[in-house]
């Protein structure tokens, strides 16, 4: 059955949206410009949300002394020995806020990303409190001639669960940055983490329901996970019962309940983390690669004849 994104997967996948995007594979490279975060930094807060140890997700070639085309260069001979298919790449400004910095500056980082001949687009990782008029209308500028997502960490809809977790900004302040980007037509990707304390499903499915309802372009999820050196580590440990972790196969059956009802014009980037197995705390899954849990899911889907959108309501 060929589905309303265009190809035959049960969910409107970031692989085939990047088909249908490029007319082939795009790899996704991630960089390091060595930008830091108003939630570190002390002009929101210090300490960070209390989940974030940005250490866990930058690969071992991103170092932000290297500058920007040498850290492509070594993410591309990384990945063509991996993935011999893909020629053309799009440069992942991933840790940390890639948008808390002077526009010149950001320009000179992004247009030297851009400058790379294999490189076809930019994915820019931020807070939605670390984007102003300014920003995004020079965003605008570049995506008239460039493939741009900005991807903004929303994490939860709930503002108690984002005071809770330090987040340092409201939910409202994301749906201004989200509404003001895709008004300037930039692709916008949005991040949120399921099962955070204190949130029910009930109140899951209810954030779905106002994910549908933003302008965005692509959605990813992730599990909560509690990780070493982490503020929630010190929460989990004196107050475990507060949290509720999915088994793996629990959150599978959730992920499918999700997708049901999602509308279906989102790209279902991605649906789970996967934190070095040395720092991870909770929920401890066993020793499956995103990949083999993808396969997971799918079959999950292929077994219930469901998919994307099948619930959803406008
Ligand atoms: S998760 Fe993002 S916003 Fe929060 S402290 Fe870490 S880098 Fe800053």
Redesign the pocket.
Known sequence: MLYTWGDTRRFNSYAGYMKRTFGGRVQKLTVDAGFT????DGRVGV???T??N?ASFSPGYCIPEKGVIQQINEGITFHEVRYRRAEKYLVYFQ???NTYAPLDYLKSLYEEALSHPKVVGIAIGT?PDCVDEEKLDYLAQLSEKYYVNLEF?VESCSNETLKHIN??HTYEQSVWAINEAAKRNLNVGTHFIIGLPGESESGIFAMINEINRLPISSVKFHQLQVIAGTAMATEYGHSAESFNFYTLDGYLELMVRIVERLRPTIVFERFTGEARPETLIAPIWGKLRNDQVLVKFEKLLDEQNTWQGRFFVE
């Open positions: 975060c108003p939630n570190r300490g960070g949300c989940f974030c940005n840790a940390y806020s807070r960490g987040r340092g």
